[in-house]
Nanobody
Framework: VQLQASGGGLVQPGGSLRLSCAAS????????MGWYRQAPGKQRELVFA???????NYAASVTGRFTISRDNAKNTVTLQMNSLKAEDTAVYYCNAQGYGPYYGTEFWGEGTQVTVSS
């Protein structure tokens, strides 16, 4: 499974950005897709994820600001980030969780930088 991320960049506080991730390869072997982030000096943390069935899991810090959408037919997931704060600055990584023969496997895309600064 390969994950190709796009989006990110520099935005002012209060602004919006959209991150997209497309999965290719053995896509039938993945269930949850989503985004993690890692800020300098901090551990990587879950931002938002969604299963094939639409069950979501997300960090409390993004409640009401971020939303996630998934297109199972296209194997894509999109993170819409609104009301961005300086503390959202991090490298964001697309993630997919394997199931079936890939159960227990995690797939990662290359990170994309999100910088929130005036």
């Amino acid at each position: 499974v390969q994950l190709q991320a796009s989006g990110g960049g520099l935005v002012q506080p209060g602004g919006s950005l959209r991150l997209s991730c497309a999965a290719s390869g053995s896509v039938s072997g993945i269930d949850a897709m989503g985004w993690y982030r890692q800020a300098p000096g901090k551990q990587r943390e879950l931002v938002f994820a969604v299963t094939r069935g639409g069950i979501t899991n997300y960090a409390a810090s993004v409640t009401g600001r971020f939303t996630i959408s998934r297109d199972n037919a296209k194997n894509t997931v999109t993170l819409q980030m609104n009301s961005l704060k300086a503390e959202d600055t991090a490298v964001y990584y697309c993630n997919a969780q394997g199931y079936g023969p890939y159960y227990g496997t995690e797939f990662w895309g290359e990170g994309t930088q999100v910088t929130v600064s005036s």
